[in-house]
C-alpha cells in the first residue's frame, strides 16, 4: 500500500493546528530529497534495524517505538505527529499489529511525503497465515525467508523515494540478504537438532501469539497464551487449556516476551504447580532469557538487531527444551 499526499501545503497545515495559532514552524517537513539523508520513519525497532541494513550512510531512520515497546497497543503521541511530519518515508509493518495507529497510517491524519507497508508485497492468499475466524497474522519477521521479502520491499521504498542512491541501496540489499538467508539456514538446522533430540516436534509456549511463523517455517508446535494481538484478553479458559496442556505433555519450560507482561506466564505456572504437584519443575524463561518478540531489544543487548533477536531466541529455545 503505497499513498501520497500533496505537498508541502498539508505539512504547513497540520503543522499549524499541531502548535496552534501562535505561529507556524514551516522548518517542520523533511526538505527536499537529496539536501542530506533520505529521512525514514519506521513505526518498529525490527523495521528500523532493516533500514538501516539497506539503506546505510544515505539514510536517517527515526523508530517510533522504542525497544521494548508492544506494537498492539502503542498509541501514537503528539511527538509522533511531528515525527511523522519530518519523513521522506514512513515505513511500518501492516497486517494491523500497529492496531491503534490506524488513523495515522491510513487514515493519514498527520502528513509524510510517502508510505508504505513492509508486508507489502507478500501474497495474502500463501504467504500470509489467518487466525482468530480469519484476521491475518502480522508477525511476518519471525519466518527469516518472508521478511527477506519485506527487506527487499524496503530496498525498493528506498530506491523510490531516493532514486540518486539506487545502487547503493541494492548493494547492500543483496550483501544483507545474503546474511539473512544463512541465518534462515542456521535456524532450520538448529531447530531440526532439537526435534532429533526429543523425537518429537519442539512445544513452545508463549505469552502470545507472536511465533507461528516461526513454528511453521522451522516445524515447532506453539501455543501462546493470549492470541496474535496483546490486545485481546486471557480467559481463564485460555489458562486452563495451557496448564492442561504443559501438565498432561511434561513441558520444560515456557517463555515469557521482552515486550509483553510476565504476570500471564506466572499464572500459568502457579496453576500447573497446584494442579500438576508430581510434574518436575517448569522452568519459566524470564529476564535476559526472555524471547524477542515484536520488538528488538535495548543496546547491549543480543536482540539489539534483527540477526541477533532471532539467533538469541532459537538458542534460548534450544537451551530450555532440549533432553
Ligand atoms: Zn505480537
Redesign the pocket.
Known sequence: MTLRLPWPSFTILACCLAVGLSGCRESEGPGPVGAGPLRVVATTSIIADAVRNVGGEYVAVTTLMPAGT???NYLPTSADTETFAGAHLVLSNGLH?EGKMASQLEGRTVPYQRAATVAAKLDHATQVLKVDGGAED??IWFDVKLWMTCVETVRDELTTSDPAHAVAYRVNATRYLAELAALDAEVRAKAAKLTVALGAKPVLITS???FVYFSKAYGLEVHGLQG???ASATSSRDTEALVNLIGERGIKAIFT?T??PTRGLEKVLDDVKAKYPKLGAVKLVVGDDALY??SLGVAGTPGVTYVGMVRHNIDTIVKYLQP
Open positions: 508492544d506494537p498492539h499489529l502480522p508477525h502470545h501469539d507472536a496474535v494481538s496483546t516476551e515486550s509483553v518478540s515484536d
